[in-house]
């Protein structure tokens, strides 16, 4: 069989690796792709496959994590990846590779979720899916003082991203995989994965294409405040939280316990944030770019229109109690910050106004950073492109209000039918088909289709438009999109993203009883 063969068996350095065929496409799961001491960054898989052969018919384990998804099993062995191919290739000898990294503000989540399932992108779009497990929480996000064993390093999860890139780039080709055409792509904190790669160092030539859905690229602390976070952490274990080796023997769930355990303390709550100042992430995403210090690759972003609903932890809001809110998020020198937002996001009398608060968490936390961001693109000369998925599905993730958070997945991967409590409509399904093709598009050409105009300052900024009629040859865009807005409350400083979340369902809940 040669190298890219369409059988469901491949050859690696390691041995041979057998999958399975599903519904058209070739599935390869649980395959290793690097090892990592806990603390420590990974290295490259390179032991031999037990009797020279990977049974890569079913799911390896999650990492650690908060929540333990009900079927599934758990290690710390779990520096997997799941690859999903065309039974038969048409047309290119090699395909191009699109490289999920999963949201969960860097806390939970897995490659295994059904919603990532590539089976039927791989299928219709005629690429390779690879979707990635990584390190999450105090076991891929803390940091040490300098002092500690040499060996441990900072931002393990986001290190374990790049191996996982480096392991598609030897061996893809095995799968029917274009090594030169790796795009990596991510939702939420998957998608601030992607930010981080886009601006390390670290990771130049691992990939030649980036797509951050809804990321948290904002969403920073510095390398004193996650010390900090770490020890306080650590503190609530048996072992102190300089000595390793003692760390290192601990049952991983009296780790995991720990976070869980302190999710609403100051520590506790800045998880999903990168940190910045160590070899991989030596500022934010934005100042690299600001001083031209990244990876100059075809990049593409986006949001939902009403990215707050997933985060608002409130089914409804009186006028009383969004006056209240408002007030509570403090002044400027010059005038309430109150009296700014309501002139951006009014308040109606005698109606519900949870749109009103879920418009100014989508601006603060994504809207706003992302379109910050797509300029500093602009300015160095890499104008990104961008757009708005602006849906609210048939069928909904969960039952909030609108085009939410995470909400654009199942129409990227073709899993709108995941859902057996609920039938997408014809219409939903063509937009899934038309915005799959747009992704497959984007790693294939490494740019956008002619009618998807770049974010250019010169043009006013066009952003596609992504909603049911979607027509790739005529795609409807919107210029200037929240320019006002985001202008307005750029001098409030209300934080970003996480913190942002944190500071509105705190007010939410002391302004409960307005009237």
Known sequence: MDAAGSGNTVQLPFGSVRGILHQGSREFLGVPYATAKRFEAPEQWSQQYAHGVLDATSYSPQCPQLYHNPGTTESENCLSLNIFTPSQRLHDPLLPVLLWVHGGGL????????????????????????????????????????????????????????ASCEWVRRHIVAFGGDSTKITIYGESAGGQGVAALLTSPLSRGLFQGAIAESPGATNTVTLRERVAHTAAMLSHTTCNAGDIECLQGLNYTELIGVIDGNTDSAEGNHWAGMTVGDDLSPDTALNLVRAGSFNRVPFMIGTNSNEGALFIQTNSLSPAQAECVYRSLGDT????????????????????????????????????????????????????????????????????????????????????????????????????????????????????????????????????????????EDIDTEARYRSEYCTRLDPLGIPAFGRTSVQLNDAVARCMHAK
């Not at 106004?353 to 500093?376: G, T």
């Not at 105009?453 to 066009?462: I, L, S, V, W, Y």
């Open 107 to 162: 806390l939970i989540g897995s490659a295994m979720d059904p919603q990532y399932n590539g089976t039927a992108i791989a299928r219709a779009q005629n690429v390779i899916v690879v979707a990635i497990n990584y390190r999450l929480g105090l076991l891929g996000f803390s940091a040490f003082n300098s002092s500690v064993k040499s060996s441990v390093s900072t931002n393990n999860g986001f290190r374990d991203q790049m």
């Open 333 to 472: 020198t010059n005038t309430t910050i109150a009296e700014v937002l309501k002139g951006l996001y009014p308040i109606v009398p005698g109606q519900d106004n949870l749109y009103a608060l879920i418009d100014l968490y989508s601006d603060i936390a994504m809207h706003c950073p992302i379109r910050e961001l797509a300029l500093a693109l602009d300015e160095a000369g890499v104008s990104p492109w961008l757009y708005s998925f602006r849906r609210k599905p048939a069928c909904p993730i969960q039952p909030v209000l609108g085009a939410a958070h995470g909400f654009e997945v199942p129409y990227v991967f073709h899993t709108l039918g995941n859902q057996p409590s609920c039938r997408s409509t014809a219409d939903d399904q063509d937009l899934a088909t038309q915005m799959g093709s747009l992704w497959a598009f984007f790693a294939r050409e490494g740019g956008q289709v002619p009618t998807w105009p770049r974010f250019e300052a010169r043009t006013k900024g066009q952003v596609a438009k992504l909603d049911l009629g979607l027509d790739p």
